[in-house]
């Protein structure tokens, strides 16, 4: 069975990437900051590499004798003062150099859907450098890009549960979210096709107002819903670039800008939304 490497396993995605490996029968190496995140987050694995990604040094030999390199590796929050240069770039470039060095056969990397056209965001323009780099690589390689994910979609419950959603426009921009599990599948099934770009979302295409009104579903709330001029929108993301600094405007304007894109990936999955607002619910019990 082929051995594999996984980066950014004690992030959500990774997580649910790591069960899906296990499960399979891959052997599995995870690479993470320290040794205790393993029971924290109810990790399994053959090896645990103790390496800070961001620190090429660490990462020395890491790649040896491993056949697949998986990386998820990435922020939505910056934390510790780094960057999405930092992280999103310069880490997965320190990981290619080693995926290099050992003649990995193949290296799997978690980007966004769309994130090639909106460069102009930070976190976007960070994963595409990264993305270029790995293509002029010549690395055998494969570009995940998937949609939003379940997690993502935890502030529309949040909102409900304090009974209104506030969404831009009229609600009607549609997308089709996906949940870890499903998308952990995907990833691990890649390994074995030739394809080198790969756009997934899951199994339901959703108005922003449908998210909605299945969150009010799940909280047991009448649906409020109050729809901004989207000129609200453009406002504040221009304030917040203005007015803060890249640790806070970062995830905000990825938030504020694909909020008014309607965007569709081929549906992929099992797990519904509905099912996911309902565990939030039960989580809260």
Do not use: W
Request: aromatic share 8%.
């Amino acid at each position: 069975m082929k051995k594999v490497l996984l980066a950014g396993a004690t992030g959500y995605l990774g997580s649910f990437i790591a069960k899906e490996l296990k499960s399979q029968g891959y052997e599995l190496t995870i690479i993470v900051r320290k040794q205790e995140q393993v029971q924290e987050k109810g990790l399994e694995a053959d090896h645990v590499l103790e390496a800070q990604v961001t620190q090429p040094i660490t990462l020395n030999g890491c790649c040896k004798d491993i056949d697949i390199v998986i990386s998820t590796v990435g922020i939505t929050r910056q934390k510790d003062g780094m960057t999405y240069d930092d992280v999103d770039y310069q880490a997965n470039i320190n990981l290619m150099n080693e995926a290099e060095k050992s003649g990995v056969k193949k290296f799997i990397y978690i980007s966004a859907i769309n994130a090639e056209n909106m460069r102009e965001l930070k976190i976007c323009d960070a994963k595409e450098r990264f993305v270029d780099a790995l293509v002029d690589s010549g690395l055998p390689h494969c570009i995940i890009r998937p949609h939003g994910f379940f997690s993502d979609m935890t502030e529309f419950y949040t909102m409900a549960k304090g009974g209104r959603i506030y969404l831009f426009g009229d609600g009607s921009l549609r997308g089709n979210p996906i949940h870890g599990a499903d998308l952990a599948e995907f990833v691990v099934n890649a390994i074995d096709q030739t394809e080198t770009i790969l756009p997934i979302g899951g199994p339901e295409f959703l108005s922003h107002r449908e998210i909605a009104e299945k969150a009010f579903a799940a909280v047991g709330k009448p649906a409020k819903i109050t729809c901004m001029p989207d000129g609200i929108r453009r406002f504040a993301l221009k304030a917040v670039r203005l007015l803060t600094g890249p640790k806070t405007y970062g995830p905000i304007e990825f938030f504020l800008t694909v909020m008014a894109k309607e965007m569709r990936a081929p549906e992929y999955g099992k797990h519904t939304l509905s099912e996911y607002f309902s565990t939030l619910k039960q989580q809260e019990k």
